[in-house]
């Protein structure tokens, strides 16, 4: 019916640099999953925007110290800077539940949203010859929807910062995740997420927020 047939000695080598790709993504995804929070929701939801002495406190406090640390945080900040968060959560609840039903929030692409906002464009890398595995031959996909690597097998996220455009580029892992890579061209990558820390969720009297955590640690 028209369908092109590859040679044997190309199907090797195609699924060869398929596989390189899919391991690669795997091994990037598992350096940085123990340091992700899990069991406690309001610390999987903020972990993103907090800064690190945040966390470092937060994890030293008692179930009770930490229901004041929660309240003491966003005290702390303006009301701005909690509504552009609760927004941005609701949108991560209802967008990206797919990755993760139970918590929506903790996944790559929600991580980066939270803190970052909306991209102000997302590019795809489009797998057009990516082929599957029929009868030992190799024949194209037929399967093209955005969510499967058939098709989209890369967003790039784009943001503006200063005179710079950061990426973020998200790989697709089946069935239904999208793994953050390492990219290039993103030398600024860490200013534009610590601008977002210290100017979007910034804290308004910092020497006396670290003064209540001090002694919200002492009672523990």
């Known amino acids: 019916m028209g369908r092109s047939i590859m040679s044997n000695g190309n199907s090797r080598r195609i699924l060869f640099a398929l596989g390189a790709i899919f391991l690669s993504v795997l091994a990037l995804a598992a350096t940085g999953v123990s340091a992700i929070p899990k069991k406690d929701t309001w610390y999987t939801q903020h972990y993103t925007i907090m800064q690190g002495f945040e966390r470092k406190a937060y994890r030293a406090l008692s179930v009770d110290g930490r229901k004041v640390f929660q309240e003491l945080f966003w005290a702390a900040r303006t009301r701005d800077a909690r509504e552009t968060f609760q927004a941005r959560l609701e949108y991560v609840k209802k967008n990206f539940w797919k990755e993760n039903s139970r918590q929506p929030w903790n996944t790559d692409r929600s991580r980066v949203y939270l803190l970052n906002g909306s991209p102000a464009s997302i590019d795809y890398d489009q797998n057009i010859s990516?082929?599957?595995?029929?009868?030992?031959?190799?024949a194209p996909a037929t399967d093209r929807t955005n969510e499967d690597v058939g098709a989209n097998r890369a967003?790039?996220?784009?943001?503006?910062?200063?005179?710079?455009?950061?990426?973020?580029?998200?790989?697709?892992?089946?069935?239904?995740?999208?793994?953050?890579?390492?990219?290039?061209?993103?030398?600024?990558?860490?200013?534009?997420?610590?601008?977002n820390k210290n100017i979007t969720f910034g804290i308004v009297d910092l020497e006396k927020y670290k003064q209540e955590l001090a002694d919200l640690q002492k009672k523990k």
Request: proline residues 4%; neutral net charge; charged residues 15%.
């Open 155 to 195: 967003e790039v996220w784009i943001y503006p910062y200063d005179k710079y455009f950061i990426k973020y580029t998200f790989a697709f892992v089946q069935p239904y995740q999208w793994k953050i890579t390492q990219t290039t061209g993103n030398r600024y990558l860490g200013e534009l997420e610590t601008f």
């Open 130 to 138: 990516f082929a599957q595995a029929v009868g030992g031959q190799m």
